[in-house]
């Protein structure tokens, strides 16, 4: 099954510039991607779905890019605030097709006044 | 009531109790979720609903029984738990019967530590 990875160490930076989280696969190229935000001691919120056709993604302040060469998908935060400071995670489908998510540990990013 | 809604938010339970929590989603989807947030670990899927019938069981033990009575409603039955049973407990809905090209929608989670 699929293996994901997300940088565990916080990201820390301060208001105002732009947050790049990454999300690396290992095994087979999904037909699709998915971020979603977490807050602490709540549940996870979707935040943008990208597919395998789909070079780069934008919604507001949020773009989300997935290169199938690369096996990547970055996840950016333009003119990033304080309010933006949460956990991301990247999902992916478990298997090949169109199977049930599973979930990468997630990133928290830390914005500083 | 919008969106998907849990209860009790906190459950503080021994390990000889038995306890339920309660999902309820107002979205009109087809698929319900259970999964399980430890500290420090990713989401582990517990266990698929779609339409009400079981679609997958992810090796959970059977201590832990789901129960869908329809497509808006689902429980999650707890007796005999170990302490490592302690986490967050989220419920999640979708669209297209389980499959993960559908964004799912968490509900707030049920927070519980087993004693």
């Known amino acids: 099954s699929q293996k994901i990875e997300q940088n565990s160490e916080a990201l820390n930076i301060q208001e105002g510039k732009t947050a790049t989280l990454t999300c690396n696969y290992t095994?087979?190229?999904?037909?699709?991607l998915q971020w979603y935000r977490q807050d602490p001691g709540r549940g996870p919120v979707f935040l943008l779905l990208?597919?395998?056709?789909?070079k780069e993604k934008r919604k507001e302040r949020l773009k989300v890019t997935f290169d199938t060469t690369l096996k990547q998908s970055l996840f950016h935060i333009t003119a990033s605030q304080p309010a933006d400071s949460a956990t991301y995670l990247c999902?992916?489908?478990?298997?090949?097709?169109?199977?049930?998510?599973?979930f990468g540990k997630g990133t928290m990013l830390l914005v500083s006044p | 009531e919008t969106g998907v809604t849990q209860t009790p938010r906190h459950l503080v339970m021994g390990m000889t109790n038995k306890k339920s929590l309660k999902c309820e989603q107002h979205?009109?989807?087809?698929?319900m979720y259970w999964y399980k947030q430890s500290a420090k670990k990713p989401l582990e899927l517990m266990f698929v609903y779609n339409f009400k019938e079981q679609t997958e069981n992810n090796s959970v033990p059977s201590r832990f029984s789901p129960e869908c009575p329809n497509s808006s409603h689902l429980f999650l039955h707890l007796h005999t738990l170990q302490p490592e049973d302690s986490a967050l407990y989220l419920c999640?809905?979708?669209?297209?019967?389980?499959?993960?090209?559908?964004?799912?929608?968490f509900g707030p989670g049920t927070r519980l530590t087993v004693t």
């Open positions: 999640a809905s979708s669209q297209g019967g389980g499959s993960g090209s559908y964004e799912q929608y």
């Open positions: 979205l009109g989807h087809n698929a």
């Open positions: 990208i597919r395998e056709n789909e």
């Open positions: 999902a992916l489908p478990r298997d090949s097709g169109y199977s049930t998510l599973t």
């Open positions: 095994n087979y190229s999904p037909a699709y």
